[in-house]
């Protein structure tokens, strides 16, 4: 008889999403450090690392807490006014490929080009972008919009029907 090899198993496992991923406290300290470092830098992931939280973890407060949200757009907007400021200031003063004397020790260099092109996408972004709040958003039930039409359909009627009595004279 011959030597008996035992079944062969599979060893390979299946990463998963939540490998190493970490819980995090949000104090309202660790939330007002991380906007403070969104407002200087613009930059989510170096601002989640100042407080030393992984980037899905700031992500998911934003999508769970619509308070933090807001603030959230507004650190970007402080940052978005910072950096047209320092481009303003640069421009004034002879320029050059790069921000270098304006730039805090959280930024480092800034490359003009690159700036102009982020400003001019959020500029975009922000006039394309709905305004928060006011009244909700009303929509016309199918009667309504049924009757709507018909009271046009019999003003375009009686229109028509005007001019055809004025053409017959």
């Not at 304006?102 to 959020?122: E, K, N, Q, S």
């Amino acid at each position: 008889m011959g030597s008996h090899k035992p079944p062969a198993t599979p060893t390979i496992t299946r990463p998963t999403a939540f490998t190493g991923r970490k819980w995090v406290r949000w104090t309202a300290q660790k939330k007002a450090a991380f906007l403070d470092h969104l407002a200087a830098t613009c930059n989510v992931k170096a601002s989640a690392a100042v407080i030393g939280v992984d980037p899905i973890s700031v992500y998911a407060l934003r999508r769970h807490d619509p308070a933090f949200l807001a603030a959230w757009q507004e650190a970007l907007e402080a940052g978005y006014a910072m950096l047209e400021t320092q481009l303003v200031g640069h421009a004034l003063s002879g320029g050059g490929r790069t921000i270098a004397n304006g730039a805090t020790a959280l930024t480092g260099p800034i490359d003009v080009d690159l700036a102009l092109r982020l400003l001019a996408a959020h500029r975009t972004r922000s006039a394309d972008r709905p305004r928060r709040g006011g009244p909700p958003l009303q929509r016309a039930s199918p009667d309504d919009t049924d009757a709507a039409i018909l009271k046009k359909l019999r003003a375009i009627e009686k229109q028509q029907g005007k001019q055809q009595g004025s053409d017959e004279r």
